[in-house]
């Protein structure tokens, strides 16, 4: 089935002290790669973020205005591509696979998304692949996105998730990197 991806990579890595989160390296390639990589198999792929350089093509977009969080940012993403699903990943997610990808987009079945839960079992919302109608609406029903909480900006839609798995596992620390 065919789906964009969408990649958030505008954060400010605040606990990073200021170190791009997204140019990090793990197994000698960069947390930004790793995810694009996973998403290769997408029709489109926008980067919400700076630019930067990456291992293959991609669209570049920014959040307007920038820094407006994640909610933002998947407004500005969602302006690229058509396909009817959205795969919705963080650029801190080293451990999702092309076949996490892959796996998302098929069970998605009828649900508005289907995501993966981190080993803890915590939803991420930000590696899901969604109904690219049903997350443009929540988007839209929230007003300005700037500064709104993921959470509470997809609460009303119909999601399932993965049993708990390390491709949801993501990288918040330093400490993170040694898992």
Do not use: Q
């Given at each position: 089935m065919e789906f964009d991806a969408i990649v958030l990579a505008g954060g400010g890595s605040t606990r990073f002290g200021g170190v791009d989160k997204a140019m990090l390296v793990l197994d000698g390639m960069s947390l930004l790669d790793r995810v694009l990589t996973a998403t290769?198999?997408?029709?489109?792929?926008?980067?919400?973020?700076?630019?930067?350089?990456?291992?293959?093509?991609?669209?570049?977009?920014?959040?307007?205005?920038?820094?407006?969080?994640?909610?933002?940012?998947?407004?500005?993403?969602?302006?690229?591509?058509?396909?009817?699903?959205?795969?919705?990943?963080?650029?801190?997610?080293?451990?999702?696979?092309?076949?996490?990808?892959?796996?998302?987009?098929?069970?998605l079945g009828n649900h508005a998304g289907f995501g993966l839960r981190d080993t803890d079992g915590q939803e991420q919302q930000l590696a899901t692949a969604y109904r690219r109608t049903a997350l443009a609406k929540a988007i839209h029903d929230v007003g300005d996105p700037r500064d709104k909480s993921v959470r509470r900006t997809l609460a009303g839609l119909d999601l399932a998730w993965t049993e708990p798995t390390h491709a949801g596992d993501d990288v918040d620390t330093w400490a993170d990197l040694d898992d």
């Open positions: 290769a198999g997408a029709a489109s792929t926008v980067v919400v973020g700076p630019v930067r350089t990456t291992y293959r093509e991609v669209d570049w977009t920014v959040e307007d205005p920038p820094s407006g969080g994640p909610v933002a940012g998947l407004a500005a993403g969602l302006a690229h591509g058509s396909a009817p699903i959205v795969v919705v990943v963080s650029c801190d997610l080293p451990w999702i696979t092309e076949e996490d990808v892959t796996g998302l987009v098929a069970g």
